[in-house]
């Protein structure tokens, strides 16, 4: 499935980000991280290619992208960051936050690279 983008912004790396992954914000004005938690402050999903520290990257922001999975995840769920900017089903314990990034178009596994409708939000458990 292609990449349906409505909206995507060039942002500088602050450390190396893959290809297909979550995105944070950085520690400075216009740079991303790759993302590490489901509680980071997520602003989206990186394209195809990913950067190292210092280059540009480009970040879809809303709309549709294809992203790899770190778990198994079911079409529908909701999905958020793994400790290496994956996406796993967000599923927070009570009383706990979880940054959304979107939601699953179809169900995968661990490696699978799925299309994700790009929606920011949270979650509380």
Known sequence: ???????????NAGGTIAANSIVKAGSNDYDVLQAGAATDSIVGVTMEVGASSGERVDVVLLGVVDLKLGGTVTRGALVTSDASG?????????????????VAMISGVSGDI??????LGSMQG
Not at 1 to 11: D, G, H, I
Not at 114 to 119: S, T, Y
């Open 114 to 119: 799925i299309p994700v409708w790009v929606g």
């Open 86 to 102: 994956n996406g796993v089903a967000a599923a927070p314990s009570a009383g706990t936050n979880n940054r959304i990034v979107g």
């Open 1 to 11: 499935m292609s990449n349906n983008v409505l909206l995507a912004k060039s942002f």
